[in-house]
Structure formats: C-alpha cells, structure tokens
C-alpha cells in the first residue's frame, strides 16, 4: 500500500505521541477526533489531514511533505544536471529543451530558485 504524504507539523505530531508508550494508534485516533471545549493543538493539528489520510498514515507509515527548500534544491538539482548534460534525455539538445521548460515554469509562477532564474 502507498504511503500517504504528510505536513511535517502532521509528522512532528504523530512521532511526539508515539514516544509516549501510551500513545498506540487507537490512542491518536481518539486525540484527532475530539470536539468542542479546549482541543489541545495536537488534535488541531491532526485535524488539518483528512480523516483516512491519518488513519493510513498510521497504520503504512508516511512521507513527509517536502519544504519549500527542499523543493528548490531538487528543482536545481535536475536543473543543473540537464545543463551540464548530465540528464536523462540522449541529447544536449533535449536537456537543452528540458532547462528551458523547467526556467518557463518557474518565471510563469513567480519562483525564484538561485543558480535557476535567480542570481
């Protein structure tokens, strides 16, 4: 089975219940479900993940959501590759091509990534 992807607050969550011996799945469970009164900011948190995201997660384990620096640096990663010809494709041309796309893609939504189409 897949292993859902998860915020890392989510994770943070989770490993911080299950250090506590107490803290079995059914337990977790039972912290994201409450309602009303004061609900501690582990069910807030847990809350913020559908119902059977959590429940997978639980039961296959989980991924966790990459950060927004982890997202550039992969991003720069395979645009480095493509312009040192280190790429996938079976041409300087194509890895070419492949830079070009991945620098539209990022000035048509507004990304800075440096060492891409930032300085």
């Given at each position: 089975m897949n292993k859902p992807t998860i915020p890392?607050?989510?994770a943070d969550v989770i490993e911080a219940m299950r250090v506590d011996p107490q803290y079995d799945n059914?337990?977790?469970v039972s912290v994201a479900l409450r309602t009303g009164g004061a609900v501690?900011?582990?069910?807030t948190v847990l809350q913020t993940i559908s119902f059977n995201a959590l429940?997978?997660?639980l039961v296959n384990g989980y991924e966790r959501e990459m950060t927004?620096?982890?997202?550039?640096?992969?991003?720069?990663?395979?645009?480095t590759d493509h312009t040192d010809?280190?790429?996938?494709?079976?041409?300087?041309?194509?890895?070419?091509?492949?830079a070009v796309g991945i620098k539209f893609t990022?000035?048509?939504?507004?990304?800075?990534?440096?060492?891409?189409?930032?300085q």
């Open positions: 890392n607050e989510v059914s337990r977790i501690s900011h582990a069910t429940l997978s997660a927004e620096e982890q997202k550039h640096s992969r991003i720069l990663r395979v645009y010809g280190v790429g996938d494709f079976s041409s300087k041309n194509e890895d070419a091509i492949y990022l000035d048509t939504l507004g990304i800075q990534i440096e060492g891409v189409n930032a």
